[in-house]
């Protein structure tokens, strides 16, 4: 998305925070930015049925309540094909994609541990996608392990997009 140091100041709504981590440069999107580039950009080819997706986030209090994807791909219509949803009023963290018959499905996890993700403290979240199951991880600390099917193709024509996508 162009998040490096030489080029945040072009982004609209990005703003670049000090070294928070070893060294690494930490970048705030602010309440209603959104990033969207197209996945071809990012992903020659279709993402594989399995996968994963690594995360390194910060909720601040005053993140609205309403439920919103912080990652997802989506068609060229912009039609939600795989993704992460955050719910802050039920402190939920939900993977959704479609199946290989097409199907969404969705995967909640409301563990205590993932509660702590809506408390304003930075945290790595990582889900490992298999073709028969699907693994969360906090802070590098495995929380659940979930069956889900194998996912469909996901396509790479539509967008990718980061931020609060309602």
Same mark, same amino acid.
């Given at each position: 998305?162009?998040?490096?140091?030489?080029?945040?100041?072009?982004?609209?709504?990005?703003?670049?925070?000090?070294?928070?981590?070893?060294?690494?440069?930490?970048?705030?999107?602010?309440? #209603?930015?959104?990033?969207?580039?197209?996945? +071809?950009?990012?992903?020659?080819?279709?993402?594989?049925?399995?996968?994963? %997706? +690594?995360?390194?986030?910060?909720?601040?209090?005053?993140?609205?309540?309403?439920?919103?994807?912080?990652?997802?791909?989506?068609?060229?219509?912009?039609?939600?094909?795989?993704?992460?949803?955050?719910?802050?009023?039920?402190? +939920?963290?939900?993977?959704?994609?479609? #199946?290989?018959?097409?199907?969404?499905?969705?995967? +909640?996890? #409301?563990?205590?541990?993932?509660?702590?993700?809506?408390?304003?403290?930075?945290?790595?979240?990582?889900?490992?996608?298999?073709?028969?199951?699907?693994?969360?991880?906090?802070?590098?600390?495995?929380?659940?392990?979930?069956?889900?099917?194998?996912?469909?193709? %996901?396509?790479?024509?539509?967008?990718?997009?980061?931020?609060?996508?309602?």
């Amino acid at each position: 998305f162009g998040l490096v140091e030489k080029e945040y100041a072009s982004i609209k709504g990005v703003a670049m925070e000090p070294f928070v981590f070893s060294g690494s440069r930490t970048f705030t999107l602010f309440r #209603d930015t959104q990033l969207t580039q197209r996945t +071809s950009d990012i992903h020659l080819f279709a993402i594989p049925p399995e996968h994963t %997706i +690594s995360i390194l986030l910060r909720l601040l209090p005053e993140t609205p309540k309403e439920p919103f994807a912080v990652w997802q791909i989506t068609d060229e219509d912009f039609q939600p094909l795989l993704g992460i949803n955050l719910d802050p009023s039920k402190k +939920s963290l939900t993977y959704f994609n479609h #199946d290989y018959k097409a199907d969404l499905q969705e995967v +909640s996890f #409301d563990q205590q541990e993932v509660k702590k993700i809506f408390y304003g403290s930075f945290h790595k979240v990582h889900v490992a996608v298999s073709h028969f199951k699907i693994k969360l991880y906090l802070d590098c600390k495995k929380i659940a392990e979930k069956p889900i099917n194998t996912v469909g193709s %996901i396509s790479t024509a539509g967008f990718i997009m980061l931020g609060k996508v309602t």
